[in-house]
């Protein structure tokens, strides 16, 4: 008796799980896990307009006749779209269902059902710019996609093309209409659900290639992929699927290829496929370009911060009440709300007010501004803490006020605030990891696309860490001898 | 001829606390002024007020023709107050140097940023004072690795360098032992010669007697007797 229950407690151990074909737990269970991105958009997968905590769109649609068909109840499992693989892989969920394109990329690492959809890349420019017919046309020019899709893998592959990739469509569109990108090259359905009713865009040139999205499996559940296999075909025979598209205004005459083409492959347009099989250490240039880019923002950031702090303090110690309340005023705001927030109203915000700056001007500028706030009150706490006899006895000298803290408190108050803001650079050059949402290609943003493309999540995120590390060992390293020639001066 | 140092009606006040009332007096040019009483009477106030490290409320300074009025502002009025504390030289309770400048920078800073001497003229100038108080061979040295009697004595020539005609001392022997408290006051001794007005606040009722001119005592609420 006792031996079955070990087997039972093995059988439902998530460990086994994952070893277990999905069909068999989906059926246990009643419950077919589906996972896909809200930020993706419309209209894959997206929140109702009307009622923000409904979740829509033509692949819930598909999935509810999926699970009406197979008699399991669908369950949406949200998750950045560039994870979605990954989170397949660990059990997450039991199948990907969300514009996946199917490529033989992909094909190594997860197994893919019949095609449900057939799509083209679609170019998008300004309303009146006719310059992009192909994409030849896109070299030498800044074109935004998304992270991880079929379509920046078509971009990337002609390095005369500057990619721009983005985690969702509608600031990839924001930025084209600013003027901050060119062009953007996505699936047709994304663009002509955010092109067409934008009278600032066009979508321009001829569609291209021809791909298909199909759902995603685990390579060890055959029985699944076989019975979402088995319903797809049953939703095309039957028209069903004919009529979910049209209800989304999808239906296109590419569709009727559904009726023909029942291999997973599909055809496929896309640069890297048939290619040697894609090696993560190809990779590791592209992590090293990142690390310079994060050092390049981390020292303009910090030579801001520096300067914007000091202005700050003074204002602070020794500016009018109107000065000193100003200054108050920023740094409490600062400290009080997120960088992330910060950087977004700076590249996304301002340019409701007019103002629009580059990606990498916001990125320093949103750095230095927020750790302006930090050093201030470093730099603030510092000077207090040079004794008030040293500014009488330079006064008593006849030292103007900018004389006394130029030659007399700020060398001294110098030794207090290195060590706190040596931490603080330190700090900052790890937070730069944060500018990567506002499209600057630096470390970690240079780390997920290379884990997103070739899925070694662990041997580039590894090496990812360990480029971070060898940047601000040293720097700790400088920051506590510092701090312990302090003492040996001092005391 | 007005005296070289001329105080009028002089009122300081630390909130409610009245400090000084309506002080008047007059100091002349080579005078040894020794004020002495208990502690916490107002007797480093007066000091601090005459070289207008602290502001008062009422009446007005005169020092070698230099007029400070209650009120003025250290940063709008500097020309005046910078034209004052060129004038007195200022010995803290605690010394104050600079403990990130050596010694001799200690006694150069002020003449080579203020005064705008050259630099080479304030470095030989300093090095006189230094020899002048026996410690010639530490300008290198900075003021933390000096004894308590060492760094008096910088605070003293680094307040001459200046060039001023006369010297305050706040509480000179506060930190000495009698040893120190000898040598001190063959320091000050050494610098009568120079016809140095010297203003000296002490709550030792014998010390410096010997060489003093005048010695005057403070009761409550800083009445001079």
């Known amino acids: 008796m006792w031996k079955l229950f070990v087997i039972l407690s093995l059988l439902s151990s998530p460990l086994y799980a994952l070893t277990l074909d999905r069909w068999e737990s989906a059926t246990k269970t009643g419950e077919l896990r589906w996972c896909a991105d809200t930020a993706g958009g419309a209209p894959y997968v997206f929140p109702d307009a009307k009622d923000p905590k409904k979740i829509i769109g033509f692949e819930v649609d598909l999935m509810e006749a999926v699970g009406e068909n197979l008699k399991v109840r669908p369950t949406l499992v949200l998750g950045p779209w560039e994870e979605l693989v990954p989170m397949l892989l660990r059990g997450d969920c039991d199948v990907v269902v969300n514009g996946l394109e199917i490529t033989a990329e992909r094909k190594k690492v997860i197994d893919f059902s019949i095609p449900y959809y057939y799509f083209s890349e679609q170019i998008s420019a300004r309303q009146g710019d006719n310059r992009f017919q192909t994409l030849a046309d896109l070299r030498g020019h800044r074109v935004g996609t998304l992270a991880a899709t079929l379509a920046q893998d078509m971009l990337t592959s002609d390095p005369r093309i500057v990619t721009v990739p983005y985690p969702s469509p509608v600031e990839c569109y924001k930025d084209l209409e600013l003027g901050r990108l060119d062009a953007v090259l996505l699936d047709g359905p994304i663009a002509s659900w955010y092109v067409l009713p934008n009278p600032r865009l066009a979508n321009t040139g001829n569609p291209i290639g021809l791909s298909s999205y199909g759902a995603g499996f685990q390579k060890t559940s055959p029985i699944l992929r076989q019975k979402i296999n088995e319903s797809f075909g049953n939703l095309i025979q039957s028209g069903k699927i004919e009529k979910i598209y049209r209800t989304w205004n999808l239906w296109s005459p590419q569709q009727q290829k559904l009726f023909t083409d029942t291999n997973p492959m599909g055809k496929i347009i896309s640069g890297r496929d048939g290619a040697l099989p894609l090696q993560w250490t190809r990779f590791i240039p592209l992590l090293f370009r990142g690390a310079a880019m994060t050092i390049f923002i981390s020292i303009l950031s910090m030579a801001l911060a520096i300067l914007a702090g000091f202005l700050l303090c003074f204002g602070k110690l020794y500016g009018g009440r109107a000065v000193q309340a100003l200054c108050n005023g920023y740094i409490e705001v600062i400290r009080g709300t997120p960088l992330l927030i910060q950087l977004y109203l700076l590249y996304y915000g301002l340019p409701n007010l007019g103002i629009q700056l580059n990606a990498m001007v916001a990125a320093i500028l949103g750095m230095g501004l927020n750790y302006a706030a930090y050093e201030a009150e470093i730099y603030r706490a510092g000077l207090l803490a040079v004794p008030r006899g040293q500014s009488e006895a330079a006064r008593s000298l006849g030292m103007t006020r900018n004389q006394a803290l130029w030659y007399i408190l700020l060398p001294q108050a110098f030794r207090t605030i290195l060590p706190p803001s040596t931490n603080d650079f330190i700090a900052l050059f790890k937070d730069t990891s944060l500018v990567s949402i506002i499209t600057v290609a630096e470390l970690t943003k240079a780390y997920g696309e290379a884990a997103t493309t070739t899925y070694r999540f662990l041997e580039l995120g590894l090496v990812t860490a360990a480029l971070y590390f060898a940047m601000s060992y040293p720097l700790s390293i400088w920051s506590r001898s510092l701090e312990k020639k302090r003492h040996a001066v001092l005391h | ?225």
Not at chain 2, 72 to 91: F, N, P
Not at chain 2, 171 to 179: G, Q, V
């Open chain 2, 1 to 225: 001829m007005p005296s070289f140092i001329e105080i009028r009606n002089l009122t300081k006040r630390y909130g409610d606390h009245l400090v000084l009332d309506n002080l008047s007096l007059d100091i002349e040019e080579g005078e040894i002024v020794i004020f002495q009483g208990p502690s916490g009477i107002g007797k480093s106030t007066l000091l601090r007020c005459l070289t207008y490290l602290e502001p008062f409320q009422k009446g007005t300074l005169q020092v070698g023709g230099v007029q400070i009025r209650a009120g003025m502002d250290e940063e709008r009025d500097h020309a005046a107050i910078l034209a004052l504390r060129e004038q007195l030289g200022y010995v803290f309770q605690f010394f104050n140097l600079f403990p990130h400048l050596t010694v001799l920078e200690n006694l150069t800073i002020g003449p080579i940023k203020v005064l705008e001497i050259p630099e080479e003229q304030a470095r030989d100038e300093a090095r006189r004072l230094l020899k002048r108080v026996g410690l010639d061979h530490k300008e290198g040295a900075y003021p933390a690795a000096l004894s308590g009697g060492q760094q008096q004595r910088v605070a003293i020539v680094r307040a001459l360098a200046m060039q001023p005609r006369a010297i305050l001392f706040d509480e000179p022997t506060a930190s000495l032992d009698p040893e120190m408290k000898r040598e001190m006051i063959q320091v000050i001794d050494e610098f009568r010669k120079d016809r140095l007005t010297m203003l000296i606040v002490t709550h030792e009722p014998d010390f410096a007697k010997r060489i003093a001119t005048r010695v005057m005592t403070f009761g409550s609420q800083g009445r001079l007797s």
